[in-house]
Every structure is written in structure tokens, then in C-alpha cells.
């Protein structure tokens, strides 16, 4: 038996106990869970089968009150002796993407980035969101296969891009490569096609959240987005850390929402809509260039549900729905290096080189953080990529 030592400013305390999925050497991948430099075997420390597999989905598929009841179960034995054979120490283990992603959708729940993205992209328009955005969540479907763990490498896509001067449509690597800083929600357990999740439930069909990088490809979507929204200019890849920190944890940092107005129709509305109180950092080839602050955003993550369901669609298990850029009120607090540099227009400083997007070699680390009870703070590790060259063109 062994104990595991936690410092006191750890991001990885007992109030964390994020779930993720590892391996060591050449075994195969299971459920674990990271307390303080370690990692805990979750199948060795609880003697459940469930969690020696590659991802969190059959768990996560358990419900609601078995999360509880592990929760509770894995606090109890952390405190005390742990078998030695269940603790890794995390730089001697592989993290492997950490959720069978079903469906996933992104959405756009940030207003002080849809406000300037309307005025970059719409300067002429004296509002710059558009009619329906604090109507409905905003939101497109996107592709589930290419949800990568932090730390792969991102390919540089090649497509079609036309500049507006431009007499047709070029073909080659895109040359305005961005991030976008976003937190994704996984779903642990979906609803029948038909039926809905109510926001009042959402926080029993929520299993845990990730960091989550939208790579975006800004000449591909500025060209391919009319009139249905954006597919390869984003489709190429998508980051998430490798801890999912259970909603559970996040107690102590929810929020309300800032203040919805107009109303929202009844199937929305919350008394108060919660958010989440994160704090991200984003750092470019190592300088932090952006610190987003998700407790900014508009829509909760219970609407976004609400909203994914309220026409019968089904969800399920691993569905990963994701919040859209999160930007602050500040220049130094967007998600988006579109917005961070007014398209290319206000270069950032970037260990002492201008830069406005994405070059070969590059790159992009987000982390965050969240408050815990008694000042103790929860981390969610990192979405880490950095860019490859195109492989053709
Ligand atoms: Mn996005």
C-alpha cells in the first residue's frame, strides 16, 4: 500500500478527480483518475471492470447516480492507503482521447464574440449580432472524427479560399489558420429520439467538461459558410484535454449567467440560466496572448442541451457539445486570434515576432482552471496541437 501526496496548490486535489483514460507502456488503455502527480487505475482501485476500457462511455452510460456513487467512493479511498499497483505517476503514462465521441455540435454562446465577429464580418450593420441570436443558442453539427486528445499533432488543411478581389476560387493550404478557446460539455446519458432533456434536468444528462480547441480555418469557412454554416474550414480537427473534470466537481464554480434580455421562450428559461466560473489561458509558441473567461458567456450549457433536444433529437451517450469561442469584454480576453488581432489587422506580440495566424511549427496550449471549495482551485490540464505543413497542395 502507498499514499499519494497532493499540495495544497494542487489543481489535482480531492476535489477534482477528473476521469480520463491512460495507458502505460504497451498495455492496453483504461479508466483513470489523477490525484495530485499521479494516476490512479481506477479497475485496480475499485475492483469494477467497467473502467478497464479504452473510454468513459460505459460508466458514463451508468447514469447520474452511480457517478455519485463513485465520486463518493473513490474520495473515501484517496484519503487513505492505495494499493500500490493502482498508482501511476503521470509522466510515466499515455492519456488517450478519453470519450467515444458520438455526435458533435458547436455553438456560439460567447455574445462578446458574436458582436465582434458580426462587426468584422458585417461592419456596415448598426447591430452586430445577427436577429436570432438571443433567441436560440446558435449552433451547427459538426464532426465527431476528427475530436483528437491534446498533444496530436494538427495537419495544415488545404481548400478553396477566394479573397474578395479575387476573379475565382484558389485551391492550397490555408493561409489564416486559427484557434478558437472553447469548453465542451459530454453528455453521459442521451434521450430517445422524440423526447427532450428539459434544462432543468440537464445537469443529470451532463457528465463532465473538457477544454476544447476549434481549429478553424478562416479563408476555407469565409468562402464555404453561405448559406449553410461551416464545414471543412473546421471539420479537420478538433482538441480536447484529456481530463474530463465531472460537472459534479464544478459545484463550487457555478454562476448565473449574465442577464438574458429579451426573455427567452419558457422551454429556456432558468432562475437563473448557471454558468461556470473557468478561467482559461491561451499561450502561443509559449507567450499567453488571451486569458478567456467562460462565466462571460451568454447561453448556460442546460440551454444548449435543452435547446440540441427541444425538436426530438435524439442524444447519447458521448455526444460532445462544445461552447463556442469564449471571449471576454477585453482585448486580452478573446478566444479567437481573428478577434484578437481585428482580422489580421492588429498583429500580437508573440516572443517578440508580430504574428496574426497560424504558421508551421506553431504551437497552442490551452489550459484552465476553476474555483473549488475553500479557495482550492480545479484544473482541467491542457489542449496542446501544434501545426504540421500541409501535406499537399
Ligand atoms: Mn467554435
Redesign the pocket.
Same mark, same amino acid.
Given at each position: 500500500m502507498t499514499t499519494v501526496p497532493v499540495p495544497a496548490d494542487s489543481l489535482f486535489g480531492v476535489q477534482n478527480l477528473p476521469y480520463g483514460v491512460f495507458s502505460v507502456g504497451g498495455s492496453a488503455p483504461r479508466v483513470g483518475t489523477r490525484l495530485g502527480d499521479a494516476v490512479l487505475d481506477l479497475a485496480v482501485l475499485l475492483g469494477d471492470d467497467v473502467f478497464a476500457r479504452p473510454s468513459l462511455n460505459a460508466f458514463m452510460a451508468q447514469g447520474h447516480d452511480r457517478w455519485v456513487a463513485v465520486r463518493r467512493e473513490i474520495t473515501a479511498r484517496v484519503v487513505g492507503d492505495i494499493p500500490a499497483e493502482a498508482v501511476h505517476a503521470v509522466d510515466d503514462v499515455t492519456l488517450h482521447l478519453p470519450v467515444e465521441v458520438a455526435d458533435y455540435v458547436?455553438f456560439?454562446a460567447s455574445e462578446h464574440h458574436a458582436a465582434n465577429l458580426g462587426r468584422l464580418f458585417r461592419p456596415d450593420n448598426p447591430d452586430p449580432l445577427m436577429p436570432n441570436w438571443k433567441h436560440l443558442p446558435v449552433g451547427y453539427h459538426g464532426r465527431a472524427g476528427s475530436i483528437v486528445v491534446s498533444g496530436t499533432d494538427i495537419v495544415r488543411p488545404c481548400g478553396q479560399r477566394k479573397g474578395t478581389d479575387d476573379p475565382g476560387p484558389v485551391f492550397g493550404p490555408s493561409v489564416r489558420l486559427d484557434i !478558437?478557446a !472553447?469548453l465542451g460539455f459530454v453528455v453521459g446519458t442521451g434521450s430517445a429520439m422524440g423526447d427532450t432533456i428539459p434544462v432543468a434536468e440537464a445537469d443529470r444528462h451532463i457528465f463532465g467538461v473538457v477544454l476544447f480547441n476549434?481549429w478553424?480555418a478562416r479563408d476555407i469557412q469565409a468562402w464555404e459558410y453561405v448559406p449553410l454554416g461551416p464545414n471543412l474550414g473546421?471539420s479537420f480537427a478538433s482538441t480536447i484535454s484529456p481530463w474530463v473534470v465531472p460537472l459534479l466537481a464544478l459545484q463550487p464554480a457555478r454562476v448565473p449567467t449574465p442577464v438574458q434580455q429579451p426573455a427567452v421562450l419558457p422551454y429556456l428559461a432558468m432562475d437563473p440560466p448557471w454558468g461556470l466560473d473557468v478561467d482559461l489561458s491561451v499561450r502561443w509558441n509559449g507567450t499567453e496572448v488571451s486569458r478567456p473567461p467562460y462565466r462571460e458567456m451568454y447561453w448556460s450549457p442546460a440551454q444548449m442541451l435543452a435547446h440540441l433536444t427541444v425538436n426530438g433529437a435524439p442524444s447519447r451517450t458521448g455526444d460532445l457539445f462544445?461552447s463556442?469561442?469564449i471571449s471576454g469584454p477585453g482585448r486580452d480576453t478573446r478566444g479567437a486570434f481573428i478577434e484578437l488581432t481585428w482580422g489580421g489587422a492588429e498583429p500580437v506580440d508573440v516572443d517578440g515576432e508580430q504574428r496574426t495566424f497560424l504558421e508551421d511549427g506553431d504551437e497552442v496550449v490551452i489550459t484552465g482552471s476553476a474555483p473549488g471549495r475553500d479557495g482550492v482551485r480545479l484544473g482541467f490540464g491542457e489542449a496542446r496541437g501544434r501545426i504540421l505543413p500541409a501535406r499537399r497542395s
Open positions: 458547436d456560439y !478558437e !472553447e476549434d478553424s473546421k462544445a463556442g469561442t
